[in-house]
């Protein structure tokens, strides 16, 4: 049965014959229309990988970033809307800073996932408001749980993740990450690997300009999460470059 057009889909609130809630649909046809974002949780760390696509020559380097610090050891990487990815991006903060305040620790990844899931949530039942058009991937790392990479979707479901992906080039991606293992790689082979990823999606959409954005959490920097550490983003571009020219090589010797 089609519903689309007749009424059921002018409200988050309401469900349509079929089960479904057209507003949330439309919130993940924005995601899909974002560049690709990546998470890939290895032995001791977490990556976050971003191809940010340049609409503006005009633009600063480091404008529209889709990465965010949330707490000392704890990272977001969004795919869609950047300003409903900021304004999420703060919710997390405060929650963070609600329970470093009340606890006296650092928020688990776990509880943080809990709670702005919730808010996500909440956004999708009630007429007055729309659904965020957002899928929110958290990276964290600690001495006693170790890597943890999460996925909120736009309908405020989570998951926990070995590897996941965002985005424009969503599939593409999860069958490149799907070949290989990577809860037992290091830090410097993740990031190659994480550069390659992002450089070989982005190759299908060769006629736009597009940005390298990275973000690290793990034991290498000392529990800390990092944006775009100057090193290991040279690392990660270069290995990104070498395996574009090695595709382009295979198909002109077919």
């Known amino acids: 049965m089609s519903t689309i057009g007749t009424g059921y889909d002018l409200s988050a609130s309401q469900f349509s014959p079929d089960g479904r809630v057209f507003q949330i649909d439309y919130a993940s046809k924005a995601v899909e229309k974002s560049g690709t974002v990546i998470g890939i949780r290895g032995k001791d760390c977490v990556i976050l990988a971003v191809e940010k696509i340049i609409t503006s020559k005009l633009y600063e380097p480091d404008a529209a970033g889709r990465i965010f610090i949330v707490e000392k050891n704890i990272g977001m990487a969004v795919a869609g809307l950047v300003a ?11 929650e963070a800073a609600n329970y470093r305040q009340q606890f006296e620790q650092v928020i688990p990844l776990k509880h943080l996932c809990d709670r702005v899931s919730a808010y996500v949530h909440a956004y999708t039942l009630y007429s007055a408001v729309r659904p965020f058009g957002l899928s929110i991937i958290l990276a ?34 999860k069958t490149e990450m799907e070949k290989s293992r990577f809860v037992d790689w290091n830090t410097e082979d993740l990031v190659k690997r994480a550069g390659e990823i992002i450089y070989r999606v982005h190759g299908e959409d060769k006629d736009k300009d597009f940005r390298f954005e990275m973000g690290i959490v793990g034991r290498d920097t000392q529990g800390g999460f990092l944006i775009n550490p100057k090193a290991l983003t040279e690392v990660a571009i270069k290995a990104g470059v070498n395996a574009n020219q090695e595709d382009d090589s295979g198909d002109e010797a077919h």
């Open 84 to 94: 409903d990815g900021n304004y999420v991006a703060d919710i997390a903060r405060q």
């Open 140 to 173: 964290s790392w600690d001495e006693n749980d170790g890597p943890q990479l999460y996925k909120i979707e736009p309908s405020g479901s989570y998951f926990g993740y070995f590897a996941c992906a965002s985005g424009k080039a969503k599939q593409a991606a």
